[in-house]
């Protein structure tokens, strides 16, 4: 699943690389269709974010 929604690869922290899973958010609707990705995710007010754009 995390490489069929493109959120797992090469990620770099204090000079070194690895892999990882890519901090990204997908809004699926009713019918499992993706209606919005959130690709650059700010850890402190995402999920207040998220619930304001959904109302």
């Known amino acids: 699943m995390l490489k069929d929604y493109g959120v797992w690869g090469k990620k ?10 890519s901090r990204v958010t997908y809004i699926i609707d009713e ?17 207040k974010d998220i619930l304001n754009e959904l109302e």
């Open 31 to 47: 019918n499992g269709m993706i209606e919005k990705v959130y690709e650059k995710v700010s850890v402190k007010s995402h999920a």
């Open 12 to 21: 770099k922290f204090m000079g070194r690389e690895y892999m990882g899973i």
